[in-house]
């Protein structure tokens, strides 16, 4: 008994489903005339006792193959081979169309893909469709798959740490004087912020009753928030994660001795240290008001830089520097004061 093999990968096991045959070794679908030419053309090799075979169904039971496809596009994903990443995962979603972990990563590993071209236009496009991709998260979201969306948040977060190329110019000097790097590091960005909207929108659909679910789904956003939004947007979601340490106050005092007798104003950038080796601002140049001010941090390395000036940032000069650690969330009680033996910044 002869069965028919699939043209593109030779697989002899054919399923006819909604008037289509589909090999379950790759996926591949064939019409029906398709068939009828393949068994045709494949005539003269068959003797005149063989005969041709194709299982027929009602329902495609392809459990078994997709789960060959997940454990062949994670060991890809694992490897960071995103060719064989998209190609596996693409095979999922040919066969559930509703897999979460297949559509988001076939997306994703296509923009993989693109981050070692220096065409930014190409990353652009492919990261457009891995942001708008992330809605399937929330709107298809059952208990189920709680472990796939944080795999997804940490994938997320692994982006920082992929290498990429990007472009830059140089001046004669060999000094770097423009770069288009942080315009792909904003593109990881909108990934990520998307991905925390999707997780704030699943945490509110369990009641109040069940904050540990809601927590769970909370801490998820807060991570990615710490690195892909803004400070003061990343610092709410990491109040919702953590409020039992949202009130803990701290105090930095910063004194800028100086010998002059104009009255000058204090300029103040305050910066956070990432992991992933970059800096996010918490703001630049803020004009600084005597006396005390508080502002909230979240837990991580910080630099400080203070800068003096008579009229505005431009004309400031920076008087002095510091870095200092926050253990945990945290109100950070700054105070300043002017001394009259020299120029220094201490902070405790």
Known sequence: MKKLACEICGGTDLIKDSGLFVCQTCGCKYTVEEVKRMMTESTENVSPTSTWTIRTTSKVD??????????????????????????????????????????????????????????????EAAFGVLTR???????????????????????????????FVYNQKKNGYGTVVQSDRLITINLFNSVGAEFVKSCLKIADTYPETEMKSRNYFYKIASGVADISCHHDYALKIKKLADPWNANIVKKVTIINDYNGRAKM??????????TSGLVSEIFVNRLFPSGTTTIELMPGEYECILRCGINKPSTAIKKGQAIFSVPQHSKIEITWKFLDNGYKMNMS
């Not at 189920?144 to 944080?150: G, P, V």
């Not at 104003?265 to 910066?271: Q, V």
């Open 265 to 274: 104003n204090i300029y103040l950038t305050i910066s956070r240290r990432l």
């Open 62 to 123: 392809n459990l078994e193959y997709v789960q060959n496809y997940l454990a062949n596009a994670r060991r890809a994903y694992d490897k960071q081979d995103w060719e064989e990443t998209e190609k596996y995962y693409n095979l999922v979603v040919q066969n559930n169309p509703d897999n979460i972990e297949a559509v988001f990563y076939s997306a994703y590993a296509k923009a993989c893909k693109t981050l070692i071209e220096a065409d930014y236009y190409k990353k």
């Open 133 to 163: 991709t992330i809605s399937i998260i929330d709107d298809k979201y059952d208990p189920s798959i709680k472990e796939i969306i944080e795999k997804i948040g940490k994938s997320i977060l692994n982006l920082y740490a992929i290498p």
